[in-house]
């Protein structure tokens, strides 16, 4: 059983930066795409931002496009999140997931999620 970690989450200020880590363990990593979600209150998890097993190809929300960077370290078992300029609208539970592959990214596996709270 593959269990997946979130680390990196608190609150910043506006136009701030955070990076998000998620250590996997329990499985063969390198043989899934991993993904980031998020949920903010009150509304529905949407994807973030997802990257291939190989590490080749990756894949982004429009709304985080430019300003959020994902990619992974199969030595350390990590996939890592790197967001700038962030926003209020960035506020939420951000989840890691792990999935059979990035289009479409269909998760198999989640992690428990790590609060991201932007506000001044």
């Known amino acids: 059983q593959v269990q997946l970690v979130e680390s990196g989450g608190g609150m910043v200020l506006p136009g701030d930066s955070l990076r998000l880590s998620c250590a996997a363990s329990?499985?063969?990593?390198?043989?899934?795409?991993m993904g980031w979600f998020r949920q903010a209150p009150g509304k529905e998890r949407e994807f973030v931002s997802g990257?291939?097993?190989?590490?080749?190809?990756?894949n982004y929300a429009d709304s985080v496009k430019g300003r959020f960077t994902i990619s992974r370290h199969d030595a350390r078992n990590t996939v890592y999140l790197q967001m700038s300029s962030l926003n209020p609208d960035d506020t939420g539970v951000y989840y890691c997931a792990a999935g059979r592959s990035l289009f479409p990214m269909t998760p198999i596996h989640w992690g428990q999620g790590t609060q991201v709270t932007v506000s001044s």
């Open positions: 329990g499985g063969t990593f390198s043989s899934y795409a």
């Open positions: 990257i291939s097993g190989n590490g080749i190809y990756t």
